[in-house]
C-alpha cells in the first residue's frame, strides 16, 4: 500500500525557508513511472501544484514559485524534499507531497497524496 | 497556464439525490482530467481519472465524462460519506492546476 507522510516544522518566520520531506512507504521511490511532487492548499489561492522531482533528480517547477523553489529527491532515505525560500504570509497553506503518474516526460495524475501538513508563516 | 473553472462553487443535496459538477478548460487537454475528493484530516483521493476511468474501489455511483474543454462529475445517489469538496485537475500541461473546488453537504 503507497503511503506519502509529510514532515516539517509549521511554524517558520517571515524572510526564512521553509523545508519539508515526504516519506515514501509501501512503494519504490526509484519507480521509472512516477514523479513525487508538492500542492499546497492556501484558503486565498486555491490548490496550487509547486513542482515535482523524478528518481533521477530531475525537476519541473511551477513557473510561479520556480525562482524560490528547490525540491529534491534521497532515494536511499525514500524520501524527497520541498525547500521554499524567502517566504511571506502568503505562503502559510497545507502542503501535500503526492505521487504523479509519468505522462511523456512529465508528472501526470497525481495518484496517491499524503494527509497534508500546515505551514503558518508568521514572526 | 491552463485556467480550471468549475461549477458551482458549492451545492446542497439530500441523500440519495444526483449531483452534477463541471468543470471547463481553458483550452483543449484531450481526456486529461481527473477529479479529486479533499474531506478535512484526510489525504486527498483520486475519484476518477482520464476524465472517465473510476479508480480502483471506488463506488459505482462517482462517474465522469466529457473530452477537450467540457467535463462533468455525477455522484449518482448521494451518500452521507459524499460530503466532501470535489476538485477537477488537469495533467495535460505543465504547471498542473485545478479548479476552484465544489462544496458538497447535505440541505
Known amino acids: 500500500q503507497v503511503q506519502l507522510q509529510e514532515s516539517g516544522p509549521g511554524l517558520v518566520k517571515p524572510s526564512e525557508t521553509l523545508s519539508l520531506t515526504c516519506t515514501v512507504s509501501?512503494?519504490?521511490?526509484?519507480?521509472?513511472?512516477?514523479?513525487w511532487g508538492w500542492i499546497r492548499q492556501s484558503p486565498g489561492k486555491g490548490l496550487e501544484w509547486i513542482g515535482s522531482?523524478?528518481?533521477?533528480?530531475?525537476?519541473n517547477y511551477n513557473p510561479s514559485l520556480r525562482s524560490r523553489v528547490t525540491i529534491s529527491v534521497d532515494t536511499s532515505k525514500r524520501q524527497f524534499s520541498l525547500r521554499l525560500r524567502s517566504v511571506t504570509a502568503a505562503d502559510t497553506a497545507v502542503y501535500y507531497c503526492?505521487?504523479?503518474?509519468?505522462?511523456?516526460?512529465?508528472?501526470?495524475?497525481?495518484?496517491?497524496w499524503g494527509q497534508g501538513t500546515l505551514v503558518i508563516v508568521s514572526s | 497556464d491552463i485556467q480550471m473553472t468549475q461549477s458551482p462553487s458549492s451545492l446542497s443535496a439530500s441523500v440519495g439525490d444526483r449531483v452534477t459538477i463541471t468543470c471547463q478548460a481553458s483550452q483543449d487537454i484531450s481526456n486529461h482530467l481527473n477529479w479529486l475528493q479533499f474531506k478535512p484530516g484526510k489525504a486527498p483521493k483520486l475519484l476518477i481519472s482520464d476524465a472517465s476511468d473510476l479508480e480502483a474501489g471506488v463506488p459505482s455511483r462517482f462517474s465522469g465524462s466529457g473530452s477537450g474543454t467540457d467535463f462533468s462529475f455525477t455522484i449518482n445517489s448521494l451518500q452521507p460519506e459524499d460530503i466532501a469538496t470535489y476538485y477537477c485537475q488537469q495533467d495535460d500541461n505543465l504547471p498542473l492546476t485545478f479548479g476552484g473546488g465544489t462544496k458538497v453537504d447535505f440541505k
Open positions: 503526492a505521487r504523479h503518474n509519468r505522462r511523456r516526460e512529465s508528472p501526470g495524475i497525481p495518484r496517491y
Open positions: 509501501g512503494f519504490s521511490i526509484r519507480s521509472s513511472s512516477h514523479h
Open positions: 522531482v523524478y528518481y533521477s533528480g530531475t525537476t
